[in-house]
């Protein structure tokens, strides 16, 4: 993982689009391109800093581009404003070079990206995969139910109406499992790697664990832990928990 600075430079302050610079950013992040940004800029004489976090090194390179992406660098072009990125610190952690020998894929919130690999639980850039928005142009959809796990998690833990939060994450029927479940049928499709969705398992030792699959109902528990994480997987409805 990687902390770049992310530089506009411009000719005319007051000319400066800085919804285009945003919406640049932003496509970067629904690209897969980038974890995040932090869009408050530094502003500096004819341009601007934004700070950001990638997985690669290589990520924000123009082979992942997509035709969002490069619109808006056409358009800030056309608005005589440069783009450039540079890399200032880098934090070690394990990431997949590609998905070619994964046996397998897991979709998990948290991490630097939400797709791991079943072998070895590597961080898997969403680049490496065929664009599974509805429109066929970015990762918007898996990004999305990030998002949306964040969100419904946060709550749960803040204890606000804790019984409907705490269903969206444990129970396979809910609206929220649902979508994943959906997203890792269409990561299949598009890669031919079974993947697996991360149904939550409460820490809590007091909870009683599923000790058969809650959507076939045959036995799951693997023999050894796996990732020091999961316990069980069903390779019929490709849930781990």
Known sequence: MYNVLLIFSFED??????????SLLSSFVHNGQMIEYFDHP???????????????????????????TKRFLQL?????????????????????KSIAEASGLILHFGGESPLRTLDNFYNVPLYFLPPTSFDG??????????????????????????SYYYDQLTNYQSDLSREGMELCKQIHDLTKKDCYYNLFRDPNPDVKELKN???????????N????????????CFLIY
Not at 55 to 64: E, F, K, M, P, T
Not at 76 to 96: D, H, M, R, S
Not at 225 to 236: G, I, M, S
Request: glycine residues 4%; proline residues 3%; charged residues 30%.
């Open 213 to 223: 699959c809650p959507k076939c109902n045959t036995p799951w528990k693997m023999e």
């Open 42 to 68: 530094v502003i500096k004489e004819n341009g601007a800093v934004y700070n950001g976090i990638i997985i690669q090194a290589d990520s924000l390179d123009v082979g992942y581009y997509k035709e969002n």
């Open 137 to 162: 142009t970015n990762y918007h959809n898996i990004i999305d139910w990030e998002r949306n796990y964040e969100a419904i998690s946060r709550l749960w833990f803040r204890g606000l109406d804790e």
């Open 225 to 236: 832990e796996l990732f020091e994480t999961f316990k069980y997987r069903c390779d019929n």
């Open 13 to 22: 302050e007051d000319l400066a689009d800085f919804d285009l610079m945003d």
């Open 76 to 96: 800030l072009k056309e608005n005589q404003t440069e783009f450039e990125y540079a890399i200032v610190t880098e934090k070690p952690y394990l990431e997949a």
